[in-house]
Each structure stands twice: as structure tokens, then as C-alpha cells.
């Protein structure tokens, strides 16, 4: 018989104890997603207690949501059911960490800015450049499959996340993969968490190959006055000798929001601004020597692209570029009441795709803006000043014409943020995805009842 209520937390507290389990109301609705608020809230503070809430909610037949800072709950569609947050910040140490060796064993509660910072104290950083990152745990960014900034030179977190440790639907604590390259054996069922959102297990403890500091970084940013040159800029080094570590593309609306001035207006719009111009970052990193390789060169391809203006910014301001950057997806998130971030992949983007989907907002008088990372995914950003009904019928509109574009384009698009009000209307995953048979299959073989956040992913798993 299921458990709900006040009686799920006075159950729960037989099972990790009464100081880590909260059903009151207030709280609850801060782990609420999209509107739906779980019936309590369980904070276990190690792997074993992990094991006995699943076994827990896998009895009683609840829906469990795993989650960490909470960052990046709104990511997917509302759970079908949710009487259950587990909370697993409680999790935050390093098991294990071997600079020499370039290995790392740590819990998924931890903090990435916590993580970060005892990397650095080695001269080591582990590349998830993400949104929220200061905010984040290392396991939500995971479970998210959130794309990292440094994606273009360092790849993504399935090129150096080497193992996980997690408990499955069954309640079973599982290992997969290991702490270091050679001792990773057998099906990389790790890798099937990323991008999971919690849909398969509760994460509790993660493997990575780290990665040295750079002795130094550098930063040119080149405006353009069209999509044409910028994309024409970006071109001409693909096919050049340079590596960038980073390569953004971000229109004028875009790129006015990370000049702007902060709230105190204590500082003044940075010199690499160019109003109304399309803007390309391009970062990159090395000894003094490759800087200054990497300077001359990017002079060039921007003079011979016909650069409106570009400028080499200085380390500090290169360091500062490398973090905000990251934070895009979370400033077109607070943007306005009802920002819209669509996510594209299609290959390749030339400047026709652009101006067509610009016009999708155009057309309904939104707002809107593009960013792109030259190894991942277009985000098409609307932005409409209001939140109300003719806004959100505009909306459900773009998002048919995105999904049409992207079909025809062979490639995939979603949601990745909109409002909750947007969420009743449409499916954020767009159309059916043609292996959904498969992922259905191994939605099972991981949670066979279907307690880990049931509805929240592609196809309604």
C-alpha cells in the first residue's frame, strides 16, 4: 500500500532516522518540479542509506526524484509522479585523488566550485564549464548532461568520466567502469547516466580523469556584421593549425547581455563590444610563446574575414570571458518571464538556418537571440516581455516550426528551459525519437518498476 503525506515522513524516519528526512510543506515545495512538490524530502548522508530508501520506495511504489542543488530541476517535463526527493548533497568528499596519476573519486553531492578549487590547489581543473557552476554538485551536472564551454578542445564528460558508482531501481548498489583507463572493463553502463535526469539511478559517487592547468589563457573577440562573416571567421580557422580551447558565437542581444554593466554599474562596457554585431570569443590557452602564436594568427583570419572590430583582451579579462561565458544559459533563463531556451543540433548551421529561425519569432513580433558553441548544440533563445496566454500560444508555434526545421535538417531539437505554464501545452523533447523502443529497454533493465522520476524524459520515460 502506498505511503503519502505526513505518514511518508514519519515512515521515512524508521529508515534513515528523523533528522534526515523533512515532509513540512514549506520545504517540500523547494524541491518541487515544474509545480509538482514531492510528499517528503530524504537527506542521506552515505551510499548505504541510499540503498535502503530506494528499497524503501521501490515497496511502497513511490516516485523518486534524485537531486543535489537543485540547479537544473527544471530541465525536462514534469514527473508523472513524485512523492519522494532524495537528497544526496549529503554525499560531498573526495574518496580518492591521485594528482600524478590524473585521477579522481568523488562523491556526486560534492560541490563543483568546492571540487574545483581543490583541483586548482594541484594545478588541475576537471573541464565541466557549466551553467550554474557555482551552485551545482558534480552529480546533477552529470545526471543534466549539461554542455560544458571547454567541450570544443576537452570533449565532453563522456571523454573523461571513467566510472560511477550509483543504486539502481532495484535497489542494488552498482559499479561501473573505474578509477583509472586501464582498469575500465565491460559495457560503459556509467555513461548512460549523462543526460539521465535521474531517470535510472541515484548517483553516488563519480570517476574522472582530471586534467593540468594551462600556464597560460588569452581571449580574442571579433565582431561582425553578419551571420555570413562570423560563420565565414569560424570556417577559416576549423580549417587552420590552431586548437582553440573555446570558440563561442553569440548574436548582438546575446552578447549585450554579458557586457552589460552589473547592477552597481560600476563598471564600464568592456572595449570588445560592438552594438548591433554578431560576436565570436575564441579562447585559447598555452605558454607565452603559443599566445603569442595564437594572437598573430587570429589577427589575420579576422582581418582577412573583414572583422567590424577585434580586440585581444588581457588575461584578466580572458579569464573573466572563460567563466561568464558558461553562465549564457543562465542569464537567458532570467532574462524575462517567459525566456524560451531551444536547443538545436544540426550540422552543419549555415547563415540561412539563422535568419529562418530568427524569423520564426520575428513573425509573432518576440524578441529573440542565438549562441552557439562552435562543438555543440545552437541554443535559440525567445524572448518575450510578458508571460501571459497570446504569448504562450506564440511560443507553442516557434516550437512546431523549430522541431519542423530541425526534422528537415536531420538533426534533433528541445527545450531546454521555458516556462512551467509552456510545459501543459507541448513536450519539451519535441517529436518521438526514433530509439525510444531502445531507451525504453534500458530504462528497464535499470528501474523495472519505474520509481526514478517517472515521465521526466524523452518519450514520457
Same mark, same amino acid.
Given at each position: 500500500?502506498?505511503?503519502?503525506?505526513?505518514?511518508?515522513?514519519?515512515? *521515512?524516519?524508521? $529508515?534513515?532516522?528523523?533528522?534526515?528526512?523533512?515532509?513540512?510543506?514549506?520545504?517540500?515545495?523547494?524541491?518541487?518540479?515544474?509545480?509538482?512538490?514531492?510528499?517528503?524530502?530524504?537527506?542521506?548522508?552515505?551510499?548505504?542509506?541510499?540503498?535502503?530508501?530506494?528499497?524503501?520506495?521501490?515497496?511502497?511504489?513511490?516516485?523518486?526524484?534524485?537531486?543535489?542543488?537543485?540547479?537544473?530541476?527544471?530541465?525536462?517535463?514534469?514527473?508523472?509522479?513524485?512523492?519522494?526527493?532524495?537528497?544526496?548533497?549529503?554525499?560531498?568528499?573526495?574518496?580518492?585523488?591521485?594528482?600524478?596519476?590524473?585521477?579522481?573519486?568523488?562523491?556526486?553531492?560534492?560541490?563543483?566550485?568546492?571540487?574545483?578549487?581543490?583541483?586548482?590547489?594541484?594545478?588541475?581543473?576537471?573541464?565541466?564549464?557549466?551553467?550554474?557552476?557555482?551552485?551545482?554538485?558534480?552529480?546533477?551536472?552529470?545526471?543534466?548532461?549539461?554542455? #560544458?564551454?571547454?567541450?570544443?578542445?576537452?570533449?565532453?564528460?563522456?571523454?573523461?568520466? *571513467?566510472?560511477?558508482?550509483?543504486?539502481?531501481?532495484?535497489?542494488?548498489?552498482?559499479?561501473?567502469?573505474?578509477?583509472?583507463?586501464?582498469?575500465?572493463?565491460?559495457?560503459?553502463?556509467?555513461?548512460?547516466?549523462?543526460?539521465?535526469?535521474?531517470?535510472?539511478?541515484?548517483?553516488?559517487?563519480?570517476?574522472?580523469?582530471?586534467?593540468?592547468?594551462?600556464?597560460?589563457?588569452?581571449?580574442?573577440?571579433?565582431?561582425?556584421?553578419?551571420?555570413?562573416? $562570423?560563420?565565414?571567421?569560424?570556417?577559416?580557422?576549423?580549417?587552420?593549425?590552431?586548437?582553440?580551447?573555446?570558440?563561442?558565437?553569440?548574436?548582438?542581444?546575446?552578447?549585450?547581455?554579458?557586457?552589460?554593466?552589473?547592477?552597481?554599474?560600476?563598471?564600464?562596457?568592456?572595449?570588445?563590444?560592438?552594438?548591433?554585431?554578431?560576436?565570436?570569443?575564441?579562447?585559447?590557452?598555452?605558454?607565452?610563446?603559443?599566445?603569442?602564436?595564437?594572437?598573430?594568427?587570429?589577427?589575420?583570419?579576422?582581418?582577412?574575414?573583414?572583422?567590424?572590430?577585434?580586440?585581444?583582451?588581457?588575461?584578466?579579462?580572458?579569464?573573466?570571458?572563460?567563466?561568464?561565458?558558461?553562465?549564457?544559459?543562465?542569464?537567458?533563463?532570467?532574462?524575462?518571464?517567459?525566456?524560451?531556451?531551444?536547443?538545436?543540433?544540426?550540422?552543419?548551421?549555415?547563415?540561412?538556418?539563422?535568419?529562418?529561425?530568427?524569423?520564426?519569432?520575428?513573425?509573432?513580433?518576440?524578441?529573440?537571440?542565438?549562441?552557439?558553441?562552435?562543438?555543440?548544440?545552437?541554443?535559440?533563445?525567445?524572448?518575450?516581455?510578458?508571460?501571459?496566454?497570446?504569448?504562450?500560444?506564440?511560443?507553442?508555434?516557434?516550437?512546431?516550426?523549430?522541431?519542423?526545421?530541425?526534422?528537415?535538417?536531420?538533426?534533433? #531539437?528541445?527545450?531546454?528551459?521555458?516556462?512551467?505554464?509552456?510545459?501543459?501545452?507541448?513536450?519539451?523533447?519535441?517529436?518521438?525519437?526514433?530509439?525510444?523502443?531502445?531507451?525504453?529497454?534500458?530504462?528497464?533493465?535499470?528501474?523495472?518498476?519505474?520509481?526514478?522520476?517517472?515521465?521526466?524524459? $524523452?518519450?514520457?520515460?
Amino acid at each position: 500500500m502506498n505511503v503519502t503525506g505526513a505518514n511518508l515522513a514519519v515512515r *521515512l524516519e524508521a $529508515v534513515v532516522g528523523a533528522a534526515q528526512v523533512d515532509g513540512e510543506r514549506d520545504s517540500c515545495e523547494k524541491y518541487a518540479v515544474d509545480g509538482v512538490v514531492p510528499g517528503a524530502i530524504a537527506k542521506p548522508s552515505c551510499a548505504a542509506e541510499i540503498v535502503e530508501l530506494v528499497r524503501f520506495a521501490k515497496t511502497e511504489g513511490l516516485g523518486v526524484v534524485p537531486c543535489g542543488h537543485r540547479t537544473k530541476l527544471g530541465i525536462g517535463m514534469p514527473p508523472a509522479r513524485y512523492d519522494l526527493a532524495i537528497d544526496a548533497s549529503g554525499l560531498n568528499q573526495i574518496a580518492y585523488y591521485d594528482p600524478g596519476d590524473l585521477t579522481l573519486s568523488v562523491d556526486a553531492g560534492m560541490s563543483l566550485a568546492q571540487l574545483d578549487a581543490v583541483l586548482r590547489g594541484q594545478n588541475q581543473f576537471l573541464p565541466l564549464a557549466v551553467p550554474f557552476f557555482e551552485d551545482c554538485t558534480v552529480g546533477g551536472t552529470i545526471a543534466a548532461g549539461a554542455d #560544458s564551454a571547454l567541450r570544443f578542445s576537452y570533449g565532453s564528460a563522456r571523454d573523461f568520466l *571513467l566510472g560511477a558508482e550509483f543504486v539502481n531501481g532495484e535497489g542494488t548498489f552498482t559499479k561501473s567502469g573505474g578509477r583509472v583507463v586501464k582498469n575500465v572493463t565491460g559495457y560503459d553502463l556509467h555513461k548512460l547516466l549523462i543526460g539521465s535526469l535521474g531517470t535510472l539511478a541515484v548517483i553516488t559517487r563519480l570517476n574522472f580523469r582530471t586534467f593540468p592547468c594551462a600556464p597560460g589563457y588569452g581571449c580574442m573577440v571579433a565582431a561582425f556584421l553578419s551571420v555570413d562573416a $562570423v560563420i565565414r571567421f569560424q570556417s577559416m580557422i576549423s580549417k587552420s593549425p590552431l586548437a582553440p580551447s573555446t570558440f563561442h558565437i553569440l548574436a548582438s542581444e546575446a552578447a549585450q547581455s554579458l557586457a552589460t554593466p552589473n547592477e552597481e554599474g560600476d563598471a564600464a562596457t568592456p572595449e570588445w563590444f560592438e552594438p548591433g554585431a554578431w560576436h565570436a570569443f575564441v579562447g585559447f590557452e598555452g605558454t607565452a610563446e603559443i599566445l603569442a602564436r595564437y594572437s598573430r594568427d587570429l589577427t589575420d583570419y579576422a582581418e582577412q574575414s573583414r572583422a567590424g572590430k577585434y580586440v585581444l583582451v588581457d588575461e584578466t579579462s580572458a579569464k573573466f570571458l572563460r567563466a561568464g561565458l558558461p553562465e549564457m544559459v543562465r542569464n537567458f533563463c532570467e532574462s524575462t518571464p517567459a525566456a524560451t531556451i531551444f536547443k538545436i543540433s544540426t550540422l552543419p548551421v549555415i547563415p540561412a538556418d539563422i535568419l529562418r529561425l530568427r524569423a520564426f519569432a520575428e513573425n509573432r513580433s518576440i524578441p529573440c537571440t542565438f549562441a552557439a558553441n562552435a562543438a555543440g548544440p545552437l541554443y535559440f533563445v525567445v524572448q518575450p516581455a510578458t508571460a501571459d496566454e497570446d504569448t504562450f500560444i506564440a511560443i507553442t508555434g516557434i516550437a512546431g516550426e523549430v522541431c519542423q526545421f530541425a526534422a528537415a535538417h536531420g538533426g534533433q #531539437s528541445s527545450i531546454l528551459y521555458c516556462p512551467m505554464e509552456l510545459k501543459r501545452r507541448l513536450n519539451v523533447w519535441g517529436s518521438a525519437a526514433k530509439d525510444s523502443l531502445l531507451m525504453r529497454r534500458v530504462k528497464t533493465a535499470f528501474d523495472p518498476q519505474n520509481i526514478f522520476a517517472p515521465g521526466r524524459f $524523452v518519450a514520457n520515460i
